[in-house]
């Protein structure tokens, strides 16, 4: 969706009267709402986006996959108005359904749930749990590896913070931020003892790997091969 603050404004109007009875289909219908209430969201409008998911909820009625997308955003909204109770409630009815440990958003949702006040105090180490073996296999998703960060610093866990932040700024294509990163981590690793001192060879792995990527664009951006 457009972030720009006009967009946000014409999209969040198609839960008015006006523009739902110009739309037959139900399904035209409910996708107009759904947008609307994103729109909200985005707007932190809360209360007109509560009211446009209301109005959505009995058009998915009896389809189980429209339903559980409503819910999410109903999640979402929860999390930005920072309500840890009623959005643990609902992301623990969420998790449950099948399928749900595969699903990204609910896994980014429970990082950010973690990270309120009010939430259960292991929560975010289950989060940190569940996101570290998501990055081993999606190390290029950059949203995942910020949460992750924040966790880490949550939790006193400094050195895997910032290294989390650097693999952040490589997914995002800034490989120079993230080797300045390390380097911060080695440095912070000099006194490291326990599981740091694992961590701190990992660091020195992929400083490796990054300096050689970073060779690599300068060559390329002088027409070297």
């Known amino acids: 969706m457009d972030p720009r603050e006009g967009s946000l404004q014409r999209v969040q109007e198609f839960d008015t009267e006006r523009a739902q009875a110009t739309t037959a289909e139900p399904a035209d219908k409910l996708g107009a709402l759904y947008g609307s209430a994103l729109a909200s969201l985005l707007r932190r409008d809360f209360a007109r986006a509560d009211a446009a998911l209301a109005a959505a909820r009995p058009l998915a009625e009896g389809e189980p996959a429209a339903l559980a997308v409503l819910d999410q955003l109903v999640l979402q909204g929860l999390l930005e108005r920072g309500d ?44 940190s749990e569940r996101l570290q073996t998501w990055v081993a296999l999606h190390p290029a998703d950059a949203l995942a590896w910020g949460h992750l960060a924040q966790l880490f610093e949550r939790s006193g866990q400094r050195l895997r913070s910032v290294r989390a932040g650097a693999e952040a700024r490589a997914a995002l294509g800034d490989v120079l931020g993230a080797i300045e990163r390390l380097r911060a981590v080695q440095r912070l690793a000099r006194t490291a003892t326990g599981s740091d001192v694992i961590e701190a060879s990992v660091v020195e792995a992929r400083l490796r790997d990054l300096e050689a990527q970073r060779k690599q664009i300068v060559a390329e951006e002088r027409g070297e091969s």
């Open 84 to 127: 840890a109770a009623r959005a643990g409630k609902l992301l623990q009815t969420l998790l449950a359904a099948p399928g749900a440990a595969a699903s990204r958003p609910l896994l980014m949702a429970q990082a950010q749930h973690s990270l309120l006040a009010g939430a259960p105090a292991d929560a975010a180490l289950r989060s």
